[in-house]
């Protein structure tokens, strides 16, 4: 019928009007962030042995571990930096991991100032949270 | 309630009566008085109007694209426009250099002046009709197509190929839907029997011409969505091609003026067709102005509804629309009007 794409359309429009905007209000409301989202990296401190699997597989290099070994010859992890400047998010370092030491989080508000803050250290990051969360070493 | 304006209206008078006594002043002179506190009546009335549909349309073309619309100023949003006409205040008054300064000035002006003219004839409630002319739809008519030379005007003022492009656009725009809007409006006159608009809203006491009229009342729709230049007709502005047609030098106070002589016309237009169609300020329980105002308010959110969810059609499917389907329907429409009318003749 002539005309009819129009009422279509109107009616359409008219189901938007009172239905929910898709806006998200995102300062003042979290956005949600689905489960498997690559957001900033997490140490797990207690997992990791520092075998730097991780930075071997990140194809930008943009991952920097740094071990020693105890007197018991185990390897432990003294230093995790991770560029995050460089970093593409594809997930192959948490993918590499042997001990599924690294994982990511849901956080995702990641920009900042100056180049050079860019560079997280997650060592320090994971200390820093244990004594803010009191938890157990 | 019901006569709370007019109440309103003869204190002013006997106060004017009583200054003009106290003046020594000719008694003619409170009349004069009196059409100056009527215009003013009806200039805050349309401007306070023009400011809130500014909001309104964005919050409503917000909704019905699934967004949220202005939400920073003030409780969700509602002193944005408050904000904009500020900023609009604040700005500079900018005209070209190569610009014929006098036209420009003056379309600005020009522009508004036949936009508030047409509301001395609409009637806003029961014996609420500033000048209840004998001709009050002609006079409509006329003064509203005046308005089409002061958007020529502020067109090729501007000295600008693009504003002068849009102006061409509205004039051809704007001249040619006249014919298929004042044809679908010769229906009601035809039923009413008379162009005076108290005549015409008596004459819908029973029945609202709307179901007497429904071709005339859509020919009027289309007519007058493309006689405000509103979507799907929007074709004098356009970013990709005209910028913003005739507007495109305009900044500052002169834009604000055409923007608000865009909402103006588009109140009355809808006053117009609620005049016309929709039984006017008449209607049970509440107050006729009321009635009215509900009536206008019905008729802005359908053209916003209109305007938010139709794409802009081709400038020649515009005029292909217009003179190979409108304007032969709404002959018809008169013809069948007229037969009927013979027929039926206890109407």
């Known amino acids: ?137 | 309630m019901e006569s709370l304006f007019i109440n309103i209206g003869n204190l002013c008078r006997e106060k004017v009566v009583e200054l003009t006594e106290v003046l020594n002043l000719p008694e003619a002179f409170a009349g004069y008085f009196m059409v100056l506190i009527y215009a003013i009546a009806i200039l805050t009335f349309v401007l306070l109007n023009a400011i809130v549909l500014v909001y309104l349309e964005r919050k409503i073309a917000a909704y019905l694209q699934q967004r949220l619309g202005p939400n920073r100023v003030g409780p969700r949003g509602i002193l944005q426009s408050l904000a904009d006409v500020v900023k609009l205040l604040g700005k500079e008054d900018i005209i070209p250099r190569a610009a014929d300064k006098w036209i420009f000035r003056l379309a600005a002006v020009l522009v508004i002046v036949p936009t508030v003219m047409v509301y001395a004839v609409i009637p806003f409630g029961k014996d609420m009709i500033a000048v209840d002319l004998n001709i009050g739809i002609f006079y409509f008519i006329a003064i509203s197509s005046t308005a089409t030379i002061a958007l020529l005007m502020a067109g090729w003022g501007s000295n600008n190929k693009y504003s002068l492009l849009g102006s061409m656009r509205v004039v051809a725009q704007m001249v040619s839907y006249e014919i298929p809007l004042v044809f679908s409006m010769l229906g009601v006159i035809m039923i009413a029997g008379s162009l005076q608009m108290s005549d015409i809203v008596a004459a819908q006491k029973d029945m609202w011409f709307i179901v007497f009229q429904p071709v005339a009342f859509l020919i009027f729709i289309i007519a007058a969505t493309a006689e405000l230049n509103r979507g799907p007709f929007d074709l004098p502005e356009g970013e990709q091609e005209i910028i913003a047609g005739p507007f495109t030098e305009y900044s500052g106070m002169r834009y604000a003026l055409f923007f608000t002589a865009e909402y103006a016309n588009l109140i009355s237009t809808s006053a117009i067709a609620a005049t016309l169609f929709l039984g006017g300020p008449s209607g049970p329980w509440l107050p006729s102005w009321m009635w009215f105002l509900i009536k206008v308010y019905a008729m802005i959110l359908f053209f916003m509804w209109i305007r938010w969810t139709i794409p802009r059609i081709r400038i020649d499917h515009l005029m292909k629309l217009n003179w190979k389907f409108l304007v032969p329907l709404s002959l018809v429409n008169i013809f069948v009007t007229g037969v009927a009318l013979k027929l039926f003749s206890g109407w």
């Open chain 1, 1 to 137: 019928m002539y005309g009819y794409g129009l009422l279509k359309g109107l009616r359409v429009t008219l189901g938007n009007f009172f239905g929910r905007a898709v806006t998200e209000q995102y300062p003042e409301r979290r956005p949600f962030i689905s489960p498997r989202f690559h957001g900033f990296f997490q140490l797990d401190l207690k997992k990791c042995n520092g075998c730097g699997v991780c930075s071997l597989s990140c194809p930008n290099g943009a991952i920097q571990v740094t071990s020693e070994r105890d007197e018991n010859k185990k390897r432990f992890v003294t230093g995790y930096k991770i560029s995050l400047g460089y970093c593409l998010f594809c997930g192959l370092c948490v993918e590499a991991c042997p001990r599924d030491a690294l994982r990511f989080t849901q956080e995702f508000e990641l920009s900042s100032y100056r180049r050079e803050d860019f560079v997280c250290d997650l060592l320090e990051i994971e200390k820093r949270e244990k004594i803010c969360s009191r938890e157990p070493a």
